[in-house]
């Protein structure tokens, strides 16, 4: 059984007016955020993000569809089913659950780790041993490495690969993941991150998701809940729409005074229309491409080699006016962007470079466009389409 | 000053009585960890219980046993159950302890973790909590067991029925202190406590591994 074959079993969780109090003596000890009459949906194989300040309650939501803590009111669904008549161990081997401090068990290997919930259901010993090693293949630990390895030998960014492929091991419907990568270090998370977005790619589980990190949420989330201190539910929408339009000042204030430039990490290269721009390529006659040139608003024409892969730019004053084009004509270039790249990341690029437009090639490294500072700033403009950008450059095409 | 002809002669009943030694402390350990693994599940379980059963095994560590003695005659007679209740009662304060040390040692996130994949109480109490709490009680077992083979000897005190090797040092301080007795009480009995605590510090790197793991994983740079 591999993980592709297993996964894609995914189901719908729905919060119907659920709350959460606490008597006050229990507040003044600490107790975890309070939940105010929460309701949302999260559709079945998508990740859905609670983000908010300490204390707003997003941990208690969390292990609410677990019942780690049991609601004072409402109720919660999964597939329909009110998570209050199912029976808690049951129903909790039945759904995936991460956190931050991972809590491995530090006396078991962790071929055995990842093996703990198919063991709770009593699968033969050979199968949950076939699991574990199909899980931490997935989750990138060779299994011959690290299959029988304790906890106390893992890095921490280890230990929370194991943590997740342990949450995976009897193929949840569901995920609970609580601050999971709030213990290891930026570079690390970004990988974990990454990875995770990479396995909900190809698994699509439902994913309850829990931080307090912002840029987290609209990284990982399909859905953003945000929530506030007391336990209300400010705004629950896709991370592109609490950026645009962010339901009140407390979710504008949230997500911070750089909203903006958050949506840049939204968007991609591709998904903009990109710039055509004057082209001609090594050893083409420079007259005709001159004249090309001037009959572009842009000035520079683009050098290209004979496979199509940009050399640089030359300014159209700098085209000779007869004889052939020659590679040493062209300046440095421009940063090359890919489909792939953010728009944040190309716009830091540019920055860096100091320069107002990027090339954008292919895989293969060939000229599909350039992409301007101004079209990124276009794209950001209230109420554009990033899709229907199209800054409407006249000239010829390259 | 060692008689060695007296040695030679008694080899077989010293051979007996360090039997008799490791016997009567064996039970007395054996009991011991018995109701301490109880009374520490109790403890565990309802936290406000563990005050008074911890302050219970203390009070009971203090009786001095030839007034227990004393009392248990007129009860249990000179029968070996007047010769343990002691053993095992000063048993109880090390181990209940290390015990319920070594389950509120369990790390919370590791118990949230236990409860949150679906165990239930009585797995994750089996599974999960005495494995880790198996340093501390395998700890509180070697401490026990290499005090209770020094306390064997006082129950020569019931009856020379008793006393294991301590026998041979009552009565050789009675005989108006005859070295060579004393002795033969003395070293064989010191030979058993450190081949206990030795057994003891094996048996423990044995059942966790893990622990192991961890020692080399701190060292190593």
Partial sequence: MTAAQSGRRAATVEYEHVSKSYAPARLRRGAPGAVNDLSLAVPAGKICVLVGPSGCGKTTSLKMVNRLIEPTGGRILIDGVDVARRDATELRREIGYVIQQVGLFPHQTVGANVAVVPRLLGWPAAR??????????LVGLDPALYRDRYPAQLSGGERQRVGVARALAADPPVMLMDEPFGAVDPIVRERLQNELLRLQAELAKTILFVTHDIDEAIKMGDLVAVMQVGG???QFAPPAEILAAPASEFVADFVGADRGLKRLSLTRVGELALQPVVTARVGDPAGEARARTFADPFPYLLLLDPGDHPIGWINQHQVPASGTLDASLATPMSPLLDRRTTLKDALSMMLDADVQTGIVVDRAGRLRGVLTVEAIAAALRPGADPGGINAGAAGAGG | MIDWTWLAAHLGVI???????VYLAGIGVGVGFAISFALALVAARYRALYPPISALAGILY?????ALFAALISITGFSVVTAEVPL??????????????GLDGVPREVLEAADGMGHTRRQRLWRVELPL????????????TVSTIGLVTITGTISDAFGGLGYFILDGYHRGSFPTEMYAGAVPSIVLALAADFLFVRLQRRITPWARARALEATSP
């Fill in chain 1, 232 to 234: 209300h539910l400010a």
């Fill in chain 1, 128 to 137: 949950q041993r076939e699991r574990a090693e199909e899980l931490l293949a």
């Fill in chain 2, 15 to 21: 051979a007996y009585r360090t039997g008799q030694h």
């Fill in chain 2, 133 to 144: 709490a198996l340093p501390l009680i395998v700890a509180g077992l070697r401490l026990a």
């Fill in chain 2, 88 to 101: 095992v009662m000063y048993t109880l304060v090390i181990l209940v302890r290390n015990i319920v040390a």
């Fill in chain 2, 62 to 66: 203090t009786i001095p046993s030839l």
